[in-house]
């Protein structure tokens, strides 16, 4: 059982930055690769990027290589995604995820996780 509670979302202007973050309840948090999706209001939900247990590998979706980058601390139990350069295209609900299967595959697909948080607002104005 694992309980995510995703923070750091708002408003902010293209260009501009957020970090966002994803605190995880659950001694065997490290051991879960974990990843953030967004929603836009509309579309389907999207992957956005993913990193392994102990960090040492991520995935980023192609239209937000280079903007964003995520991250963890298993000693804080926190995932976090930073995001820089924000674009209007990037206006969703985040959510932050936790895959129990322990297998790395590089893709991310929203039946793999098994925990989701309640998602935080990022709007980003033009």
């Known amino acids: 059982q694992v309980q995510l509670v995703e923070s750091g979302g708002g408003l902010v202007q293209a260009g501009g930055s957020l970090r966002l973050s994803c605190a995880a309840s659950g001694r065997t948090f490290r051991i879960y690769n974990m990843g953030w999706f967004r929603q836009a209001p509309g579309k389907e939900r999207e992957p956005v990027a993913a990193i392994s247990r102990t960090g040492g590998l991520t995935y980023s979706a192609d239209s937000v290589k280079g903007r964003f980058t995520i991250s963890r601390d298993n000693a804080k139990n926190t995932v976090y995604l930073q995001m820089n350069s924000l674009k209007p295209e990037d206006t969703a609900v985040y959510y932050c995820?936790?895959?129990?299967?322990?297998?790395?595959?590089?893709?991310?697909?929203?039946?793999?996780?098994?925990?989701w948080g309640q998602g935080t607002q990022v709007t980003v104005s033009s």
């Open positions: 995820a936790a895959d129990t299967g322990l297998i790395w595959t590089g893709i991310m697909e929203s039946q793999k996780y098994d925990y």
